[in-house]
């Protein structure tokens, strides 16, 4: 298990390789299908994430008090973000993705261009992933977007996740859908 | 005092959004058993922690609560209209517990409805007459959006697939959602199909299939060999839980044939995540809902 934390280094982004299994710790902010849109159109991004992580996650946010009280929380399918990914990596200095399912060739090469790494979190886990969010430090968009495409800032701890791919152009997903595909094609030539 | 309809509902909402059904959990801790990797043991681990995380403090099993479908049966006569507007009153509370996400967006203008409600629309209702009911049974699934986006139809016969007018191509057809699907649905999945209809009824009886437990088979012979060979091969093509690899792809397929045109030859396929979440409940209703 290797420990990553924020603010995410370059070397330790580059020191990690696909299928190494991972703990995220420190703040992650949440981006999703209306926040990349913005982004692509020309929105300028609230928060700092030079060197952050973006999680492509809608939560089930619970007004409790003067805050938030995340109730549930993991990755939704990052492909839809494809189009916009790679031109976010470099605008914004991210080191660490976020999500689930894996990501295109442009996100592939931006990670190994500009030192980024894509990590799968495990996808529906809601009740195991809001016991890692420590504590709610902003939200932005809230009106714009509505709580679940909002743009949240959290502080975390200990946020399971998997390699998916790495800053060598190393792609779990990509092997598992080419070896697949082979055993597809070989059940297609079985008898019915 | 005697519960209301209302809050009938809202206490199977609750209980559906935060309770995996007993029969995925055991496929999920078979699957744990059976793992061939540590990336594959530590996603079923994580499943099952989330699970009884879940259940034990009454939130959601996943984030994203899903579209709510409720498919009631009924007696003859029951005013349906009392019952939706039992469902919408429900979930405006479920909603504000918690227990479901801000999860309903107006298509046009993008701005998110935040009580999951509009009414006469959201949620889905399905009804059914039953001449021999005396009771009101409802089943709820909630099915979300990573899963429904892997959902596909195809038409036969489909020539890039090999897939022609018989079981065989239907097989193709079957293997091949699986294979789309990866990890973007939240694999292990399960298929529920319906071959035949039209394109809007085979969507129907297909997601009406994930209903049935995972132990169930289909009473035709034909379709029960079909739905225990592609489950089979599907577990033999190694895209595991959440496409990570491994050796368990899919936890059930489910499989119902309606009639057809001759013209048109469906195969109808509702991908759904490990989190299926279903659960059936007899309303009491106090003399019926009339």
Known sequence: ?192 | MKQTITDQLADLIRLNTSSLPDDIERALTTAREEASSPAEAQVLDALLENARLARDGATPVCQDTGTLTFFFSVPPRTDVDALRKAAEDAIVRATANGWLRRNTIDTLTGASIDTNVLPGEMPVCHFRTDPAAKTVTVSLIQKGGGSENMSRQFSLPDTTLGAGRDLDGVRRCLLRAAWEAQGYGCAPGILGVCIGGDRAEGYLVAKEQLLRPLDDHSPTPDLSSLEHRVLREANSLGIGPMGLGGRTTLLGVKIAARLRLPASYFVTVAYCCWACRRHTATLETEGGVS
Do not use: N
């Not at chain 1, 934390?5 to 299908?33: I, K, M, Q």
């Not at chain 1, 609230?46 to 009280?69: M, T």
């Not at chain 1, 399971?160 to 030539?189: N, T, Y």
């Open chain 1, 1 to 192: 298990m290797i420990e990553l934390r924020y603010p995410f280094t370059e070397t330790a982004v580059r020191a990690l390789r696909a299928g190494d299994v991972v703990r995220v710790s420190g703040r992650v902010c949440t981006g999703r299908d209306r926040f990349h849109k913005f982004l692509a159109d020309g929105g300028t991004c609230p928060v700092d994430l030079r060197d952050g992580a973006l999680f492509h996650c809608g939560p089930v946010a619970v007004p409790e008090g003067d805050g938030w009280r995340i109730a549930a929380a993991g990755p939704t399918t990052s492909i839809r973000e494809e189009p916009y990914e790679a031109a976010t990596i470099e605008r914004l200095g991210l080191r660490v993705l976020i999500g689930k399912g894996g990501m295109g060739a442009d996100t592939l090469e931006a990670c190994r261009r500009f030192g980024c790494v894509y990590l799968q979190a495990v996808g529906g886990a809601a009740a195991l992933t809001a016991q890692r969010i420590k504590r709610v430090i902003g939200v932005h968009f809230l009106q714009a977007f509505g709580a679940t495409e909002a743009c949240w800032e959290w502080e975390v701890e200990g946020l399971e996740a998997v390699v998916g791919m790495d800053a060598h152009g190393e792609d779990l997903f990509a092997r598992v859908r080419e070896a697949s595909a082979a055993r597809l094609e070989a059940l297609g030539k079985e008898e019915a």
